[in-house]
């Protein structure tokens, strides 16, 4: 069905594996030019370890938001039981832990995406020279190193934490769907998972939160504090005191897991095709959801809906190769995308094109051809991140889909993934994670993404404090509407 379509599947020049995907992650072997570029700008020492970027095949780009208490996963995700994987079981030596520090220092050096927050990093290299004498002085080490860089995408879990978060996953111990960020001597909302107990109870990013089960949160508490009142045994009530504009309210929360993200989709009265797309996590949604429009072409043949409705409302992002091909499916040629990734002192940008189906080969089928014609529109709001506002922005800039809702989160790099299973921790020691960012993502047009998000062509909100889906209905009035007028 893929191929009918015409998806392009794209081979990305980036690293990393994931713990506690969503359906698992798909395999792809790491691109054989990335082993020769990567080592030609780095110091003899990087260079006879190679093992740091001849990575093993289950390394994949992740490039979304990730999970409160998991920070390797999207929002939907759970944890697995290789988080709680052991570390090597010989205690190594100082000079195996300066060693291993150093490698670890080349490697973020060598591949974070923005040069200019490295102008510092060199002060980083024997910072902790003769002080590192445990495992855990490493990973101390290791955490402060990374932190120094200031962005919340690259960073260093020890493998303690990922025990506990493992542990607390076990235990029924869930998250209430959103995160916090201390701005501006608040705590704010900086993320809603859909589905979640705090969307269902309409917290909404920016919201200030002042309290959470009878703990005053202030600026002087800290992010590791919040995000452990954040996490509650399943079934517990939890008062969250929420500040918007000029209200606070106390809302009860009961914890629970949020629901399982489906495809959903439905033909209204006016003949247009509605359809929700999760995340871009899980390629077997992606198999759903072309089944489900293949279904509602189907069913309203011979003359087939009028106009297509996508649904990214809350879609956290996911692995930046499942967009390429969504986008991909619905536009005849064009670009994608572009991106900045770096090798050492290499820069390059690159632009992420779509060619026709005739030119890559073979005629697309019939469904395939009024997939690429018909009027799209797509939904959005201040929870699309990631590889959903990869899709917003290649559909907004070749003017394929017209942009209906709020602005987008404002995520616009990808990261990649060292832990246990691949990279350096295959042979070394400590058992985290370590997280780099490294690719900025820009739409075709050139707009950086990132802290601005991707405006919709048509603004309509959803009231606050109703119910029903009022965002939804007005934007399928909006459309019926616009179909009427064609």
Same mark, same amino acid.
Do not use: C
């Given at each position: !069905?893929?191929?009918? +379509?015409?998806?392009?599947?794209?081979?990305?020049?980036?690293?990393?594996?994931?713990?506690?995907?969503?359906?698992?992650?798909?395999?792809?072997?790491?691109?054989?030019?990335?082993?020769?570029?990567?080592?030609?700008? +780095?110091?003899?020492?990087?260079?006879?370890?190679?093992?740091?970027?001849?990575?093993?095949?289950?390394?994949?780009?992740?490039?979304?938001?990730?999970?409160?208490?998991?920070?390797?996963?999207?929002?939907?995700?759970?944890?697995?039981?290789?988080?709680?994987?052991?570390?090597?079981?010989?205690?190594?030596?100082?000079?195996?832990?300066?060693?291993?520090?150093?490698?670890?220092?080349?490697?973020?050096?060598?591949?974070?995406?923005?040069?200019?927050?490295?102008?510092?990093?060199?002060?980083?290299?024997?910072?902790?020279?003769?002080?590192?004498?445990?495992?855990?002085? +490493?990973?101390?080490?290791?955490?402060?190193?990374?932190?120094?860089?200031?962005?919340?995408?690259?960073?260093?879990?020890?493998?303690?934490?990922?025990?506990?978060?493992?542990?607390?996953?076990?235990?029924?111990?869930?998250?209430?769907? !959103?995160?916090?960020?201390?701005?501006?001597?608040?705590?704010?909302?900086?993320?809603?998972?859909?589905?979640?107990?705090?969307?269902?109870?309409?917290?909404?990013?920016?919201?200030?939160?002042?309290?959470?089960?009878?703990?005053?949160?202030?600026?002087?508490?800290?992010?590791?504090?919040?995000?452990?009142?954040?996490?509650?045994?399943?079934?517990?009530?939890?008062?969250?005191?929420?500040?918007?504009?000029?209200?606070?309210?106390?809302?009860?929360?009961?914890?629970?897991?949020?629901?399982?993200?489906?495809?959903?989709?439905?033909?209204?009265?006016?003949?247009?095709?509605?359809?929700?797309?999760?995340?871009?996590?899980?390629?077997?949604?992606?198999?759903?959801?072309?089944?489900?429009?293949?279904?509602?072409?189907?069913?309203?043949?011979?003359?087939?809906?009028?106009?297509?409705?996508?649904?990214?409302?809350?879609?956290?992002?996911?692995?930046?190769?499942?967009?390429?091909?969504?986008?991909?499916?619905?536009?005849?040629?064009?670009?994608? !995308?572009?991106?900045?990734?770096?090798?050492?002192?290499? +820069?390059?940008?690159?632009?992420?094109?779509?060619?026709?189906?005739?030119?890559?080969?073979?005629?697309?089928?019939?469904?395939?051809?009024?997939?690429?014609?018909?009027?799209?529109?797509?939904?959005?709001?201040?929870?699309?991140?990631?590889?959903?506002?990869?899709?917003?922005?290649?559909?907004?800039?070749?003017?394929?889909?017209?942009?209906?809702?709020?602005?987008?989160?404002?995520?616009?790099?990808?990261?990649?993934?060292?832990?246990?299973?691949?990279?350096?921790?295959?042979?070394?020691?400590?058992?985290?994670?370590?997280?780099?960012?490294?690719?900025?993502?820009?739409?075709?047009?050139?707009?950086?993404?990132?802290?601005?998000?991707?405006?919709?062509?048509?603004?309509?909100?959803?009231?606050?404090?109703?119910?029903?889906?009022?965002?939804?209905?007005?934007?399928?009035?909006?459309?019926?509407?616009?179909?009427?007028?064609?």
């Amino acid at each position: !069905m893929k191929k009918q +379509l015409g998806i392009v599947l794209l081979l990305l020049l980036v690293m990393g594996s994931n713990i506690g995907s969503a359906g698992g992650a798909a395999t792809t072997a790491a691109p054989t030019n990335l082993t020769g570029n990567v080592a030609q700008w +780095l110091p003899a020492s990087a260079r006879e370890n190679l093992q740091l970027f001849a990575l093993s095949e289950s390394l994949q780009l992740r490039n979304g938001v990730e999970a409160i208490g998991a920070p390797t996963a999207e929002p939907t995700a759970e944890p697995t039981a290789e988080a709680t994987a052991q570390p090597a079981q010989t205690p190594p030596t100082p000079a195996q832990l300066e060693n291993f520090y150093e490698h670890i220092w080349q490697l973020v050096g060598a591949t974070y995406y923005n040069p200019a927050a490295l102008t510092h990093w060199g002060d980083w290299e024997h910072k902790f020279d003769g002080k590192l004498k445990t495992v855990e002085d +490493l990973e101390a080490a290791l955490q402060q190193m990374v932190a120094s860089i200031g962005d919340h995408w690259t960073s260093y879990t020890p493998y303690a934490e990922r025990v506990k978060n493992y542990n607390q996953f076990k235990a029924n111990v869930v998250d209430l769907g !959103m995160m916090l960020k201390l701005e501006n001597d608040a705590y704010r909302v900086w993320y809603v998972e859909w589905g979640s107990v705090a969307w269902a109870a309409d917290i909404r990013r920016g919201d200030i939160i002042t309290a959470i089960a009878g703990t005053q949160i202030t600026n002087k508490t800290s992010q590791d504090q919040v995000d452990a009142l954040l996490m509650q045994a399943q079934g517990t009530k939890v008062t969250i005191v929420d500040q918007h504009g000029s209200t606070t309210e106390k809302i009860e929360l009961t914890a629970a897991a949020a629901a399982t993200p489906e495809v959903e989709s439905h033909l209204d009265s006016h003949g247009i095709a509605y359809i929700r797309f999760p995340n871009f996590d899980d390629p077997n949604l992606l198999d759903d959801f072309v089944k489900q429009l293949k279904d509602m072409y189907d069913a309203s043949a011979p003359k087939h809906f009028s106009a297509l409705v996508i649904d990214l409302r809350g879609n956290p992002g996911g692995l930046g190769s499942e967009a390429i091909s969504f986008v991909s499916a619905f536009m005849q040629k064009g670009i994608v !995308m572009s991106q900045l990734t770096r090798q050492g002192r290499l +820069l390059t940008t690159s632009q992420l094109s779509v060619v026709a189906p005739d030119v890559a080969g073979g005629q697309p089928s019939e469904f395939a051809k009024f997939v690429e014609r018909v009027p799209l529109y797509l939904l959005v709001d201040e929870n699309s991140a990631s590889a959903a506002e990869v899709t917003a922005g290649g559909f907004k800039d070749n003017h394929r889909a017209i942009l209906i809702g709020n602005t987008t989160w404002g995520k616009g790099v990808g990261y990649v993934d060292y832990d246990q299973q691949s990279g350096p921790y295959a042979t070394l020691p400590t058992g985290g994670l370590l997280q780099i960012t490294v690719e900025g993502l820009r739409t075709p047009n050139g707009s950086n993404v990132q802290g601005r998000g991707i405006r919709p062509n048509i603004f309509i909100y959803q009231p606050r404090g109703h119910k029903g889906d009022i965002q939804l209905q007005n934007s399928l009035r909006y459309v019926a509407a616009a179909m009427a007028g064609h």
